[in-house]
């Protein structure tokens, strides 16, 4: 998985409580995102990071921070979980070098439930 | 209207048998193409990536894009059990990638 862990890797909340999730990288790239897969929907991007403390607003951003205080780390929040939220999230890197930017390198993925 | 249409299957061949996967688009400003593979609860992995139109070769793997049609194909051959997958397409106009939603492949021994 190119270097990259997610944690949890299962997680099991309550309707309304914050969940923070955690990408972590080896590989020093600079572009970080966060994904939530769900049948009939595909991949969708819910934020993504171009630097550290540099972030921006995906197609699917409501109800949903992140935060990247280092290069490789990148959090992502709910800041308070409702069922629509259950899913599966994956994080992403990419590296802007080479003309290789658009190449992303997925995490294993959290599967996270919200009750 | 999405703006990658692939059909989610599933789809099921025997083993050796050639298969074709297929994705299209309208936004014409996607140059960026590629293909991942996911297997059952893993992360998805880059499988090949194009840039314009043309062909790609790899291996057993062939991607073909098609830009006056708004049409990508990924064909594998000599297909086999271990490429049981979820396979989705990937495009991009230079920034944000946006996703066909995958096709679930199940290659019988």
């Known amino acids: 998985d190119a270097g990259i862990t997610q944690s949890p890797r299962h997680k099991v909340t309550e309707t309304g409580t914050p969940v923070t999730l955690r990408c972590h990288q080896t590989e020093n790239h600079r572009y970080m995102y966060w994904y939530r897969q769900d049948p009939g929907h595909g991949l969708r991007l819910i934020h993504y990071?171009?630097?550290?403390?540099?972030?921006d607003k995906g197609e699917v951003s409501d109800g949903y921070s992140v935060s990247r205080s280092k290069t490789e780390d990148f959090l992502l929040t709910l800041e308070s979980a409702t069922s629509s939220q259950t899913s599966v999230y994956f994080c992403?890197?990419?590296?802007?070098?080479?003309?290789?930017?658009?190449?992303?390198?997925f995490g294993p993925g959290t599967r996270l439930t919200v009750t | 209207q999405k703006e990658v249409e692939q059909d989610p299957g599933p789809l099921s061949v025997p083993e050796g048998a050639i298969v074709s996967l297929n994705c299209t688009y309208s936004n014409s400003a996607f140059q960026y193409f590629m293909w991942y593979r996911q297997y059952s609860r893993k992360g998805p992995e880059l499988l090949m990536y194009t840039y314009s139109s043309g062909n790609k070769e790899d291996g057993r793997f062939t991607a073909q894009v098609d830009k006056s049609s708004k049409y990508i194909s990924l064909f594998i051959r000599d297909s086999q059990p271990s490429d049981s997958a979820t396979y989705l397409c990937?495009?991009?106009?230079?920034?944000?990638?946006?996703f066909g939603q995958g096709t679930e492949l199940s290659v019988k021994p």
């Open positions: 990071s171009y630097g550290v403390k540099d972030t």
């Open positions: 990937a495009m991009t106009p230079g920034g944000k990638l946006i």
């Open positions: 992403a890197i990419s590296e802007s070098t080479d003309g290789r930017a658009y190449e992303q390198y």
